[in-house]
């Protein structure tokens, strides 16, 4: 609109603003978008499946809103953004102590451990987010309570049923056992919970149940048996034997892996004065070991003096054994090869370079026709085989 | 291991990436003819070609861009492109040896004592991450450094730095070759 001017009147004038389009006035590109909202009853559902407390389902809801802002995340495929769902709900169930694992949300998603590892790191480094880690003792608390050994069913003889808080608080000891001794840093907890819940199952009533095997534990408590757990089983035992050599009354009873079972309630009693003990030694007796090694190393003329001299001490026959030391499992592993030491590099980068160095990575002139021979008789036996 | 031991760690250079620019397309298929000890991934559009010596293997783009991979030191790793592209040059292409950059260091060291690793990771927080479902060791980042570093239970350690930033290509790059 514009007036014109006239007669002394001013003359006005307007500046029309741009076309405002229907979609900019109302909002209407401002919507969530379908994948979003998809995206986001999924966070919802998944929260009351694992039956979350509700102040967990908004912040989960919060940490999908805002990774879905940023344009990676956006632009991802669906298989992602559904793995995002799930990193969203570990999240929030990691920041409030809540015991839930990969795996059990990678099985309610039915996705790839290692496309949820990829989202899970992404998105705490998109968002700058602190995850604390997984505790164990609430770990244990969790995953034991899913064991179907506490009620006795048709599968499930009455035999082999057991207290749920006593099954739970010697599995909590065997796992801070397993945790001082090595067997729980660097690995997967799971394995770990499991070797140590069969055998506080075992050790509770081991007259009836020294014959079942832990694969047939699993199959009774219907959990699955994850692959490390019979080396956790045997490792723990194995540390649970060390433990039995340094109790008085145990050591004359010459026990194996099985027999010493019965006696892991004891075992667990003492356990703190038993590993303190057995590391002391173990260390005593490593250096020992090492310091042998080094004085046969120096001089095998002296070696052999000392190892006669000590020979002498004992008769033959009445030499205590010594008991292997309790040690890391990666120390008790044989030692790697030491490699050498690389020899000192003179190269610089800037050599001369000569033809000859460049011909062994040149074919000559026969080996390529050699080689298209060969590739045309390739081809021609392809098509022999796969006729159009 | 007391605080005042003198005890030398030996840190060794493993592996030793590098880039650099032939300024001129290079034709995959005459490379992988006439080249010996080539792999031609034509899916992908690019070729692989390995050196005996230094021991590095390059990833051979048509756009002329290559990355090399294997050597054990930066010093090797030039060299070893600087033998590529002297061997390119061979093949009759006309090549110049340019933007060369070295863009990421592994090194490995060993520890002489074992870690507890979720301790470790309680009392580095924020730097140090510990997912014992995804991966047996401890992942702590230094930015200042622009390091990563993988620390086992064991003691060994596993060192990234990145040199020069720098994005791996994707299939759809393969005629434009990595940026």
Known sequence: MSAAGGQGRPFL??????????????????????????????????????????????????YYQQAYRHSGIRAARLQKK???????????????????????????????LDVFSGTY???????GLDVPSLCLADLVKTYCSSFRLFQASPSVPAKYVEDKEKMLSRTLQLVELADETWLVTGRHPLPVITAATFLAWQSLQPSHRLTCSLARFCKLANV???????????????????????????????????????????????????????????????????KELRGRCQGPEQGKEEVA????????????ASPTPLLPPCMLKPPKRICPPPPVSTVTGDENISDSEIEQYLRTPQEIKDFEKAQAARQAARSVSNPP | MDADSDVALDILITN?????????????????????NVIYKRDVGKVLMKLRKPRITATIWSSGKIICTGATSEEEAKFGARRLARSLQKLGFQVIFTDFKVVNVLAVCNMPFEIRLPEFTKNNRPHASYEPELH?????RI??????????????????????????????????GPT
């Not at chain 1, 790191?121 to 968002?127: F, G």
């Not at chain 1, 001299?309 to 205590?320: F, M, N, T």
């Open chain 2, 136 to 140: 047996p060791a401890v992942c702590y």
């Open chain 1, 309 to 320: 001299s000590s020979s002498l001490d004992l008769p033959e026959g009445k030499r205590p």
């Open chain 2, 16 to 36: 030793v990436v590098c880039v650099f620019r032939t300024r001129c397309h290079l034709n995959l298929r005459k490379i992988a003819l006439e080249g010996a």
């Open chain 2, 143 to 176: 930015k200042s450094l622009r390091a990563t570093l993988q620390i086992f239970s064991t003691g060994s350690i596993t060192v990234t730095v990145l040199k020069r930033k720098y994005t791996l290509p994707t299939p759809l790059d393969s005629e434009q």
């Open chain 1, 224 to 290: 699955d048996l994850p692959y490390p757990a019979s080396s956790r089983l045997q490792e723990l035992l194995s540390v649970l034997l060390r433990m039995a050599e340094r109790l008085a009354w145990l050591q004359v009873l010459k026990l194996d892996k099985r027999s010493v079972v019965k006696h892991i309630g004891d075992l667990l009693q003492h356990r703190h004065t038993l590993v303190r003990k057995a590391f002391r030694d173990g260390t005593a007796e490593m250096e020992a070991g090492e």
């Open chain 1, 121 to 127: 790191m992404q998105i705490v480094k998109l968002l």
């Open chain 1, 82 to 112: 559904e793995v995002l769902v799930g990193c969203c709900v570990l999240i929030t169930c990691r920041q409030h102590n809540w015991p839930l694992t990969m795996g059990t949300v990678c099985a309610l998603l039915y996705a790839d």
């Open chain 1, 13 to 62: 004038r307007v500046f029309l603003a741009p076309e405002v389009t229907y979609s900019r006035s109302t909002g209407e590109n401002d919507q969530v978008s379908r994948s979003q909202q998809r995206g986001l009853r999924r966070v919802r559902d998944l929260c009351r499946v694992l039956q979350l407390p509700s102040t967990f389902e908004d912040t989960a809801v919060a």
